[in-house]
């Protein structure tokens, strides 16, 4: 980001891999309602090792209403292609988007009100998950895949970039940047925020704020929920390592194996109904990660190791 901000700026980042649902999340930027007095701008972050989303870019500039700068931020880390995003901007306010999502008509709209309204640094929104008819039938009513804030202790304390809209000139962010040491494994969203909070950024939900995400074949199964869970269960237990010791780390150890023996207890007494009983599998594979995250397991790999026509998508 430049030294200097543009307080009636707002720069929409995307940061993509191979994914040509780039072109539909491009389509429902175009067709946003813009906040009155604010210039608005994309900016694309291609994060594939050639710049292979520059001819999609540039072949639909004609129907893009909006400004757009393309970047090309090689190297598989998902960190860097948000970095560069964030250098490349001069906004007060930058939102992010996932490259496989599609904004609501007054995505925008409803992130800035929220942000003006509270003054807070961060404002999350939902993302609704759309699910195929192969989809099994549990996962759709159990709507697995949606995403939203967790609050603790009546505060969100860490967030996501798949829906989110940041305070650019807030102490607590500027000058921030998301790790580099993260940006193969996933979590660093996560680990931003949870950064942004502890400096004593504060951090809102806008629930009237939606984006859509179709889940794809091969998200819709069982196996891949507990990975990410998993994953997602070892960077909160990376996190809390950071920021334990001595008795805090053992105090957080043993609630850890307590929050499996619970899982562990309830999934035995959901064996029948099946939705239930793998909401609880998927709580336990969390906290098993959290577990491993405490002990410094390895990390599961996210990013980087994507075939053609895949893309970054996000963690939840």
């Known amino acids: 980001m430049t030294d200097t901000i543009i307080s009636n700026a707002i720069d929409i980042c995307v940061c993509t ?6 072109a539909q999340t491009l389509r429902s930027l175009a067709g946003l309602k813009l906040p009155e007095s604010y210039k608005v701008r ?46 490349a ?18 995505w925008l709209l409803r992130l800035v009100k929220a942000a003006e309204g509270s003054r807070a640094d961060v404002v999350l929104g939902p993302v609704r998950a759309g699910y195929g008819v192969d989809a099994p039938e549990w996962m759709r009513r159990g ?24 305070r650019m000139d807030a102490k607590a962010i500027r ?8 940006g193969q494994t996933g979590g660093e ?10 400096a004593g950024g504060r951090i809102v939900y806008a629930p009237d704020a939606w984006t ?33 010791s001595g008795l805090g780390f053992a105090a957080a150890l043993a609630l850890v194996a307590a929050k499996i023996a619970y899982c562990a207890g309830c999934t035995l007494l959901t064996a029948p109904w ?4 793998n909401r609880n599998i998927l709580r336990g594979a969390m906290h098993a990660g959290a577990l491993s995250g405490l002990l410094g397991g390895n990390e599961l790999r996210q990013y980087g190791i994507q075939t053609a026509g895949e893309g970054h998508g996000h963690a939840t």
């Not at 000058?175 to 993260?182: A, P």
């Not at 969203?189 to 502890?198: G, N």
């Open 42 to 87: 994309i900016i694309i972050a291609d994060n594939d090792d050639g710049p292979t989303a520059r001819d999609l870019v540039i072949g639909m500039m004609d129907e893009l209403r909006l400004p757009v700068h393309y970047l090309h931020a090689p190297a598989r880390n998902i960190s860097l292609a948000r970095n560069a995003c964030l250098d």
């Open 189 to 198: 969203d996560t680990a931003f925020f949870d950064e942004v909070y502890r």
């Open 143 to 166: 709507d697995f895949h949606s995403t939203f804030p967790v609050c603790a202790g009546g505060e969100i304390r860490t967030g996501y970039t798949c829906n989110v809209l940041m």
């Open 175 to 182: 000058g921030r940047r998301f790790r580099l040491d993260r």
């Open 89 to 106: 901007s001069y906004a007060r306010f930058v939102a992010f988007i996932d490259d496989d999502e599609t904004a609501t008509e007054e």
């Open 274 to 277: 099946t939705m239930s009983r």
């Open 212 to 244: 859509d995400e179709i889940v794809p074949k091969d998200r819709a199964t069982f196996g891949w929920l507990l990975r990410r869970r998993y994953r997602v269960g070892q960077t909160h237990g990376r996190l809390l390592a950071d920021h334990k």
């Open 17 to 22: 891999f191979r994914r040509p649902a780039l």
